[in-house]
């Protein structure tokens, strides 16, 4: 007979799980499986890809990079047709790409995937409850969670809907937002996603494994939209912001421990709506809009300082509104 622990574990605890046969860590809240793989295996690093974007005219570009390095970005594969303002979320091996806006303003409702470690084009996985444009998006290791956004109309939506990555399909309803709106960051680790600003200061949470309603996290120092968080496991760093000019701003929270954000340093340019890629390590942005210019800078930071974001590279070309992922961001 199994008799249970008398103690309740600490985070960092292990055990082996003998009814999946697999090993387990404590995160403070709950088990999690380890996956016996790392980005380090699979693609020499973490990978980050940026998809789609507007030049203003929309791309069907997918691109890449190795976060762990600095350099040019490489062109990866194609999305099914052009398009901006798309929800992005991964796990270790396949990348979501949620709606967004098409030609000519068109309001999307696919969802599609690739597989990170290889290249190629993009693979139809389901669909949206709606189409919708500027969606937020963030994930566990299993569960992809998209979020806010405009249809048709340019109307804001509250909605929150998730997919489990590893299965083909639609969407399914998770919740609402406090709000509803459009272009809003996010931010993770192995068991809460963030959903970050626009219009308002406000930062949400959502528990991946539940269903439900965003409740309160905290604030930002202002207002903003466009922005995009870059986060491993202990922080969120929110970079491309836009309050209401573009700023080279740059904030960050303790992920697991709700709070105000705090001042983290300066981008290399000014610019709003940029994708993020995230390491263990580093968090990275590509492409944005600065007045008056369509911007292809790529910056980096090391999550766990603070200060000012370092030149990494260049997009294959100057994007708004482009979309990032990575293999290796604190959701896995």
């Not at 979320?89 to 309001?107: C, D, E, I, Q, V």
Request: hydrophobic share 35%; net charge negative.
């Amino acid at each position: 007979m199994e008799y249970p622990s008398l103690d309740k574990p600490i985070a960092g605890a292990f055990r082996f799980n003998t009814d999946s046969s697999q090993l387990e860590i404590y995160d403070g809240n709950q088990w999690t499986g380890i996956l016996a793989t790392s980005p380090e295996l699979q693609t020499g690093g973490t990978r980050g890809l940026f998809g789609g974007g507007n030049t203003p005219t929309n791309t069907d570009v997918i691109q890449y990079i190795n976060v762990d390095s600095t350099g040019n970005s490489i062109d990866f594969g194609d999305l099914h047709e052009a398009k901006n303002g798309i929800g992005a979320a991964a796990s270790r091996t396949r990348g979501l790409f949620h709606g967004g806006k098409g030609s000519p303003n068109t309001y999307l409702d696919q969802i599609d995937y690739v597989t990170i470690s290889s290249t190629g084009d993009e693979t139809d996985f389901g669909n949206l409850i709606a189409g919708r444009a500027y969606v937020g998006a963030t994930s566990s290791a299993t569960r992809a969670i998209n979020f806010g956004g405009v249809v048709s109309g340019d109307t804001k939506q509250n909605v929150i809907e998730y997919n489990t990555i590893a299965s083909l399909g639609n969407s399914v309803d998770f919740g609402d937002m406090l709000s509803s709106q459009e272009g809003r960051g996010a931010g993770a680790n192995q068991t809460r996603g963030l959903i970050i600003g626009a219009t308002v200061n406000t930062i949400e949470y959502v528990t991946f494994a539940t269903t439900g309603n965003a409740a309160d996290f905290g604030d930002m120092t202002t207002a903003a939209i466009t922005m995009e968080g870059c986060y491993n496991g202990v922080r969120t760093v929110i970079g491309t912001i836009r309050n209401p000019a573009y700023a080279t701003d740059m904030e960050y929270v303790t992920t697991a421990t709700l709070g105000n954000a705090i001042d983290f340093g300066d981008q290399t340019d000014n610019r709003g709506s940029g994708g993020g890629a995230s390491s263990s390590t580093r968090g990275v942005w590509g492409g944005g809009y600065g007045h008056p210019a369509f911007r292809d800078t790529i910056d980096y930071v090391q999550i766990m300082t603070t200060g000012n974001a370092v030149d990494f590279g260049n997009l294959i070309a100057a994007l708004d509104h482009v979309s990032g992922l990575s293999n290796g961001h604190g959701g896995l």
